[in-house]
């Protein structure tokens, strides 16, 4: 069974730093693109970060939406089949849904479209508040 799992949201001050993961089962994460993407309350999902699919990590590219670029970090750990969402500096404009995803196709994809990815996880919360 394919399956993404978040974990790691929750409550913190602005300026403060959070770090998401997301497990992946019942495929091996090395070989997909991977995403976040975020949704807050009455708005539209939102990209945040994607790495493309590379024939190994080394070769990995990171992309970032302009409001994560310096302050968030997209990484994977391919032994632990895990991707993750390093997050520093928050501020409470930052406060959303947080969604993991995952894309199987070989070749070139729009990372940044929602409608680009298989597999979503059920999202964990991020807020961002004094």
């Known amino acids: 069974q394919v399956q993404l799992v978040e974990s790691g949201g929750g409550l913190v001050e602005p300026g403060g730093s959070l770090r998401l993961s997301c497990l992946a089962a019942?495929?091996?994460?090395?070989?997909?693109?991977i995403g976040w993407f975020r949704q807050a309350p009455g708005k539209e999902r939102e990209f945040v970060a994607a790495?493309?699919?590379?024939?190994?990590?080394?070769?990995?590219?990171?992309v970032y939406a302009g409001f994560a670029e310096g302050r968030f970090t997209i990484a994977r750990d391919s032994a632990k089949n895990t991707m993750y969402l390093q997050m520093n500096n928050l501020e409470p404009e930052d406060t959303a849904v947080y969604l993991c995803?995952?894309?199987?196709?070989?070749?070139?994809?729009?990372?940044?479209?929602?409608?680009?990815?298989?597999?979503w996880g059920q999202g964990t919360q991020v807020t961002v508040s004094s």
């Open positions: 019942g495929f091996n994460l090395p070989f997909y693109n």
């Open positions: 995803t995952a894309d199987s196709t070989v070749g070139f994809i729009n990372v940044f479209s929602s409608r680009a990815y298989d597999y």
């Open positions: 790495i493309r699919r590379s024939s190994d990590s080394a070769s990995d590219s990171a």
